[in-house]
């Protein structure tokens, strides 16, 4: 059972029961309060000190919309680079209304943590831009991201309703258009080929979770917390039942951390995508292009297959 070994293992990371045997332990956990499993799977994942994993619910709604439409515009390797009528700003701040409807879909799977500071004291938490005002810079957005909520990793059930556009906002599409390109080429490559590991029946609710959303704010990058949610998020996933977590990725980084889970769980990479290699045809006054111009990314399509693959068994065709 999935939820009892990584439980386990959990806690004996986190050293408070690792003298007893392992059936003491296993009773140990099922009488446990969530909050204190909670607190042993974040010492699993090594979050470094000061931080802590907590589910997103509403109240953060603000404050993941910002970190993703932040760290979109200016820090992505796929579009920082990429020209945008109005500046990256701009850009940030058409982003943050875009990922309104998805954020909230996610947020409401139950599906959705993100890495919080522990002990916030400073001030009221608040995000505190104006999304009127064009001519802030990258670190006056970051200041004004004045709030605990520091990574996120979004999700929710591959089964999950299709949201339109936004009417009144721009759509993800139109602020960022060669994005359906890598989304539309992975899924073709992966589905294209032999593929048995991952070779499945339609999903049902509960077999498939969908990754969309790997952000960490620009003053706490690279100190793990994208990587130890990662590895926190694909436990919990196992615990509630889910055989396997599909992501894509647009950064080094997190290919690094999803194609690498910890044992029990595994991966495969389904598709790669090269943003340099890719021309398409443009306007026809334009001849062939590369919409993605000076990015150089290697996009992926990854399935983790959580507990060893156990649930593949049930869903393989
Ligand atoms: C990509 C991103 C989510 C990484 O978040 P993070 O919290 O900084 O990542 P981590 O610190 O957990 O690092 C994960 C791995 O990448 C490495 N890494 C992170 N930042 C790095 C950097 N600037 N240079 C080199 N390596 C780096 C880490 O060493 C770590 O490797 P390890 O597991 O071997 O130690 C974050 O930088 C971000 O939000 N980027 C912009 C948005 C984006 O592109 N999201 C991805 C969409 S798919």
Not at 14 to 41: E, G, N, T, W
Not at 156 to 170: C, I, M, N
Not at 237 to 245: H, R, V
Request: one cysteine or more; aromatic letters at 6%.
């Amino acid at each position: 059972m999935p939820s009892l070994e990584v439980g386990v293992r959990a806690l004996e990371s986190a050293k408070c029961i690792k003298s007893k045997p392992v059936q003491r332990r296993c009773d140990v956990l099922r009488a446990m309060p969530p909050s204190r499993i909670a607190m042993a799977y974040a010492e699993f994942a090594r979050l470094p000190d000061g931080y802590e994993i907590r589910q997103l619910t509403r109240e953060h709604l603000k404050w993941v919309r910002a970190i993703v439409g932040h760290t979109m515009s200016f820090d992505s390797p796929l579009w920082r680079d990429a020209p945008y009528e109005g500046g990256a700003t701009q850009r940030a701040y058409d982003m943050y209304h875009a990922m309104k409807p998805s954020s909230k879909q996610c947020i409401d799977s139950g599906l959705s943590y993100g890495v919080f500071i522990k002990d916030w004291t400073k001030s009221e938490a608040k995000l505190r831009w104006n999304v009127e005002d064009p001519s802030c810079t990258r670190d006056d957005l970051l200041k004004q991201m004045d709030f605990p909520l520091v990574s996120v990793a979004m999700s929710k059930d591959l089964t999950a309703d299709k949201l339109g556009p936004r009417k009144k906002f721009k759509s993800w599409a139109e602020i960022v258009p060669p994005h359906g390109t890598i989304s539309r080429e992975l899924k073709r490559k992966d589905e294209s080929r032999q593929n048995r590991e991952v070779k499945h029946q339609t999903p049902q609710a509960g077999d498939v979770v969908r990754r969309s959303g790997t952000h960490t704010h620009g003053d706490h990058a690279g100190k793990g917390l994208a990587r130890a949610l990662a590895h926190f998020v694909m436990d919990r996933m196992a615990e509630k039942g889910y055989g396997k977590i599909l992501i894509h990725t647009g950064d080094a980084h997190v290919h690094k951390v999803w194609a690498n889970p910890p044992a029990p769980h595994t991966a495969v990479v389904g598709a790669v995508f090269e943003t340099a290699n890719h021309i398409e045809a443009g306007p026809e006054t334009e001849g062939k292009h590369n919409p993605f111009g000076r990015a150089d990314v290697t996009c992926s399509r990854i399935w983790v297959l959580l507990g060893e693959g156990r649930k593949i068994e049930k869903t393989s065709g």
